[in-house]
């Protein structure tokens, strides 16, 4: 089992949560929601898998570095976003790799 990730400076919480975390079984999820219901940002992920924000978006970056999942683009390799379900931001899409 892979477990989670926390940084030196992040509260004992968070370390605790990290180790109790299967990231393996995590990065499943988001692959198998994401080649489901893809173009899709890591908020509608997380609404969809009812996993916490904070814990299904630091996914999709090593998950694109191992071809899994990519970012979308549009032609001039420009990303696609959406505007975040929880604030005015924009996220990025992804797709199956």
């Known amino acids: 089992m ?3 990730q926390a940084r030196e400076t992040d509260p004992q919480t968070s370390h605790d949560a990290a180790n109790a975390m299967d990231a393996t079984a995590l990065e499943r999820r988001v692959v198998g929601c994401v080649r489901k219901h893809g173009p899709i940002a890591s908020d509608r992920v997380s609404l969809i898998l009812d996993v916490d924000l904070q814990s299904v ?3 999709f970056r090593p998950l694109a570095n191992k071809g899994m999942i990519r970012p979308n683009k549009f032609e001039n ?15 990025m899409t992804w797709v199956a790799g």
């Open 2 to 4: 892979i477990k989670g």
């Open 77 to 91: 390799g420009e990303n696609i976003t959406v505007k975040s379900l929880t604030s005015n931001r924009q996220r």
């Open 57 to 59: 978006s630091p996914r």
